[in-house]
């Protein structure tokens, strides 16, 4: 049986084409989910599908990057699924892992994958380096004000009571005071 799998790194994402073209490549079901692909963590459709194979069973997916951006979760993803005899098998790349050929192209796909995350993440921190340069990059808005904290805490309050008032946790209005 063909399971398909479809991936999208934010909500804001179409997996439309996608499951389109699993189901055109005869996917009878076919599990999807918008949620980075840089880890495995996070990802239950994924967790559920490779739980639920059955050797004879191929795993579908359009590009290897739609499976893990990292050579490590590719690698063990084909690994687990090997073990219990599945195939892996892309729609647009010749990836087929039941072939020597297939499965030398799926080891290239991945490193190339890794490649481009990382140098993405690489790209990302030297424009945030540039705009805190220019004084443009502030960060994060603190998410608890501080001055607040230190009104309760003056009024008597105690850590807790002041977790309390203000909705935040313990470990927060402790970070607030030190």
Not at 21 to 30: D, F, Q, S, V
Not at 119 to 132: C, D, H
């Amino acid at each position: 049986m063909k399971y398909g799998y479809a991936r999208v790194s934010s909500s804001g994402q179409d997996l439309t084409i996608q499951v389109e073209a699993l189901t055109k490549a005869g996917c009878e079901t076919i599990r999807q989910e918008k949620v980075s692909g840089t880890s495995t963590q996070g990802r239950d459709e994924l967790k559920t599908l490779l739980d639920f194979l059955r050797e004879g069973d191929e795993l579908v997916v359009t590009r290897v990057d739609r499976l893990a951006r990292s050579i490590r979760d590719l690698q063990n993803i084909v690994y687990e699924l090997d073990q219990k005899g599945v195939v892996l098998s892309a729609t647009e790349q010749p990836i087929q892992t039941n072939t020597s050929a297939g499965k030398c192209f799926l080891d290239m796909l991945g490193v190339f994958s890794e490649f481009e995350t990382n140098l993405r993440k690489e790209r990302q921190m030297e424009g945030i380096a540039k705009a805190k340069e220019r004084g443009v990059y502030k960060g994060r808005q603190p998410s608890v004000d501080v001055e607040r904290v230190k009104e309760l805490r003056d009024s008597g309050m105690g850590a807790s009571a002041i977790a309390k008032e203000m909705g935040i946790g313990r470990a927060s209005v402790y970070r607030a005071l030190g």
